[in-house]
């Protein structure tokens, strides 16, 4: 692949697509946010699921990630199904809203924005349409979708599980992309993944640890 192919596409992908559609595999641990894993250990031998459902097995873009949020479950799940208010905890996040009321659930729908900087496509932002396929109050979130920009299309599949543990709650995550543009750069897309799912888990254990007195978390 040509240099000026790929230089195209690291700009093209370089907002961490509201860190989770895109992200970074290549960053040493060194770099990574406090508390998050680059490499899960032995339960990355098999995918995460929620409710049997897991990400796509013929993607070649995935990444998965975890961390430790030292806050109560509650908190940390509400943070993660209040869509509408991820852009005041998510930079990268512009716009979300639910298209159906009430708690998230299987079925429920929601759209959000990220923008995309200047680069040699007219896009310049993406518009993602999640919708929610499998959930288990407080275990699991499941969701499909598509990400799309002008001259950019991406299938995701989003999984997330969320287990009790001493001193709070771990937060796996696992995400594939599929489309003509990853597919293309394989990886740079999987390095670029990686980036943005470990800034949504920093993010996340920032904004619910903060929201946690010491008193009130767990031991």
Do not use: Y
């Not at 959000?112 to 007219?122: A, E, K």
């Not at 599949?157 to 750069?185: I, L």
């Amino acid at each position: 692949m040509s240099g000026t192919h790929r230089t195209h596409l690291r700009a093209l992908f370089a907002v961490p697509l509201a860190i989770g559609l895109l992200g970074a595999a290549a960053l040493p641990a060194a770099a990574l946010p406090a508390g998050a894993a680059a490499s899960p250990g032995p339960r990355a031998a098999t995918s995460l699921t929620c409710r049997g459902a897991g990400v796509d097995p013929a993607a070649r873009v995935r990444h998965r990630a975890e961390i430790l949020v030292h806050a109560p479950l509650r908190t940390v799940w509400k943070l993660q199904t209040d869509v509408e208010r991820w852009p005041s905890w998510q930079a990268p996040v512009t716009t979300a809203e639910r298209l159906d009321h009430g708690p998230l659930r299987r079925g429920s729908a929601f759209r959000w924005t990220t923008p995309v900087p200047p680069n040699p496509t007219p896009a310049t932002r993406l518009d993602i349409t999640s919708t929610v396929e499998q959930l288990r109050h407080h275990s699991c979130i499941r969701w499909t979708g598509p990400a799309t920009g002008e001259g950019l299309h991406i299938d995701g599949v989003h999984v997330w599980n969320f287990t009790e543990v001493p001193g709070g709650v771990r937060v796996s995550t696992e995400e594939t992309h599929t489309g003509p543009q990853v597919d293309a750069d394989v990886p740079t897309a999987t390095a670029l993944l990686r980036q943005g799912l470990e800034a949504w888990l920093s993010d996340l254990k920032t904004t619910a640890e903060a929201r946690t007195p010491h008193h009130h978390r767990p031991n």
